[in-house]
């Protein structure tokens, strides 16, 4: 241990990377190199090295929303007009510590850039399960990502599921609170909910959470997704019907009883078509999640029509976790996540992309050029290129 603590202090003076994207017009993605030294980090900061992360299209909802949602403001370029550093999800260590209560070589899981490393000011309350970083310029309902896990501590966090970590529990999570949501308010008295972007981790995730709470008044889960992703969702069994978007008048069955849909792609056009589909009355809520997909921006939410509102997952998880607890809160999703991970091989196939490659695949899931089972755990460490 204290061996590796030793060269993790010695490796702070390698030039780590960082990917930018053209926040005034999202397409344009950069690797900058990082160059970062031990004099930077001041009394009571820390540095992380950000060892993995993962790449998936929640990523590319926080590009398309990033000015709109303060996602922009997580970690400020220093050209913050002009750059912006992507937020992901990751596992980092500590290599230069100047705080007494945080030791070099630990391991934190939570909100990085897609970088090498990050510059910690402001860590405050510390105990045994977490540390924060304090935001002050953020909106109070962003505290959740100020809160990093360590590892020693973190109950969802085992070494041999630490890709998952890093690729599914952040999508997975917001999967559990629509679910969630959606339960608490017994489905909006609706008998069937329609999720658009089947296909996604996301959708995958709240359609599990629903089956594993599934009850005799449950309500029928209807999948919509393209052509070449039916044949993938339909082999997942997590919904009792698959529907292609060409397929979409079939859903004028559920005129009587209405439906409540999901979107995790941001596509107003698909939403439309599912209005004329159950008529003027049919839609008993729509519930704005995700936007994967780009003919769409944040601008679009309030075309998605009458009763619709955006799912902010944080909002949601401070509400609901002061009803519940934090431990009731806490061992509810425990158990879930575990049961989830029990069937997750068939989900996706985990590919590691390293150094320049990241923003390769980055230009892929933003362009829609990947399958639906491609899985990204990246990385701007030395390590060899990978087939992508």
């Given at each position: 241990?204290?061996?590796?603590?030793?060269?993790?202090?010695?490796?702070?003076?390698?030039?780590?990377?960082?990917?930018?994207?053209?926040?005034?017009?999202?397409?344009?993605?950069?690797?900058?190199?990082?160059?970062?030294?031990?004099?930077?980090?001041?009394?009571?900061?820390?540095?992380?090295?950000?060892?993995?992360?993962?790449?998936?299209?929640?990523?590319?909802?926080?590009?398309?929303?990033?000015?709109?949602?303060?996602?922009?403001?997580?970690?400020p370029s220093s050209q913050p007009e002009k750059w912006g550093k992507m937020p992901v999800w990751g596992i980092a260590s500590v290599v230069c510590s100047k705080n007494e209560k945080v030791k070099?070589?630990?391991?934190?899981?939570?909100?990085?850039?897609?970088?090498?490393?990050?510059?910690?000011?402001?860590?405050?309350?510390?105990?045994?399960?977490?540390?924060?970083?304090?935001?002050?310029?953020?909106?109070?309902?962003?505290?959740?990502?100020?809160?990093?896990?360590?590892?020693?501590?973190?109950?969802?966090?085992?070494?041999?599921?630490?890709?998952?970590?890093?690729?599914?529990?952040?999508?997975?999570?917001?999967?559990?609170?629509?679910?969630?949501?959606?339960?608490?308010?017994?489905?909006?008295?609706?008998?069937?909910?329609?999720?658009?972007?089947?296909?996604?981790?996301?959708?995958?995730?709240?359609?599990?959470?629903?089956?594993?709470?599934?009850?005799?008044?449950?309500?029928?889960?209807?999948?919509?997704?393209?052509?070449?992703?039916?044949?993938?969702?339909?082999?997942?069994?997590?919904?009792?019907?698959?529907?292609?978007?060409?397929?979409?008048?079939?859903?004028?069955?559920?005129?009587?009883?209405?439906?409540?849909?999901?979107?995790?792609?941001?596509?107003?056009?698909?939403?439309?078509?599912?209005?004329?589909a159950v008529g003027p009355e049919g839609v008993k809520k729509g519930i704005l999640v995700g936007m994967s997909h780009f003919g769409s921006t944040s601008e679009n939410f309030p075309k998605a029509?009458?009763?619709?509102?955006?799912?902010?997952?944080?909002?949601?998880?401070?509400?609901?976790?002061?009803?519940?607890?934090?431990?009731?809160?806490?061992?509810?999703?425990?158990?879930?996540?575990?049961?989830?991970?029990?069937?997750?091989?068939?989900?996706?196939?985990?590919?590691?992309?390293?150094?320049?490659?990241?923003?390769?695949?980055?230009?892929?899931?933003?362009?829609?050029?990947?399958?639906?089972?491609?899985?990204?755990?990246?990385?701007?460490?030395?390590?060899?290129?990978?087939?992508?």
């Amino acid at each position: 241990y204290q061996r590796r603590v030793r060269e993790f202090a010695m490796s702070i003076d390698e030039r780590g990377s960082e990917l930018l994207i053209d926040i005034n017009e999202n397409r344009v993605a950069v690797i900058h190199e990082q160059p970062i030294t031990r004099e930077k980090v001041g009394e009571g900061e820390i540095l992380v090295r950000i060892d993995k992360f993962g790449l998936t299209t929640n990523n590319i909802t926080y590009v398309a929303t990033g000015k709109v949602m303060k996602y922009w403001d997580f970690f400020p370029s220093s050209q913050p007009e002009k750059w912006g550093k992507m937020p992901v999800w990751g596992i980092a260590s500590v290599v230069c510590s100047k705080n007494e209560k945080v030791k070099e070589g630990e391991r934190l899981y939570g909100y990085f850039p897609a970088a090498g490393y990050e510059l910690f000011q402001g860590v405050e309350n510390i105990n045994e399960k977490t540390i924060k970083v304090s935001r002050p310029h953020l909106p109070a309902d962003r505290a959740v990502y100020n809160v990093y896990q360590r590892e020693n501590s973190f109950p969802l966090w085992k070494k041999e599921i630490e890709d998952h970590l890093v690729l599914l529990l952040p999508v997975w999570t917001t999967g559990f609170w629509i679910a969630d949501l959606l339960n608490v308010n017994n489905f909006y008295n609706s008998p069937a909910i329609v999720m658009i972007s089947a296909s996604s981790k996301t959708a995958l995730s709240t359609a599990a959470c629903l089956k594993l709470n599934h009850s005799s008044n449950s309500p029928k889960l209807i999948g919509l997704t393209s052509t070449k992703n039916q044949s993938y969702v339909n082999s997942l069994k997590l919904f009792d019907q698959v529907l292609t978007y060409e397929e979409i008048n079939k859903l004028s069955s559920n005129k009587e009883g209405g439906i409540v849909f999901v979107d995790f792609a941001g596509n107003t056009s698909v939403i439309k078509d599912i209005r004329q589909a159950v008529g003027p009355e049919g839609v008993k809520k729509g519930i704005l999640v995700g936007m994967s997909h780009f003919g769409s921006t944040s601008e679009n939410f309030p075309k998605a029509g009458p009763n619709t509102e955006f799912f902010f997952a944080p909002k949601w998880i401070i509400k609901r976790t002061k009803e519940l607890g934090e431990t009731e809160a806490s061992n509810k999703k425990t158990e879930f996540w575990f049961d989830t991970l029990k069937t997750v091989d068939n989900w996706y196939k985990l590919k590691n992309v390293y150094g320049s490659d990241v923003k390769s695949v980055y230009l892929r899931l933003f362009n829609g050029d990947f399958q639906p089972e491609d899985a990204f755990v990246a990385s701007f460490w030395n390590q060899p290129r990978a087939k992508i």
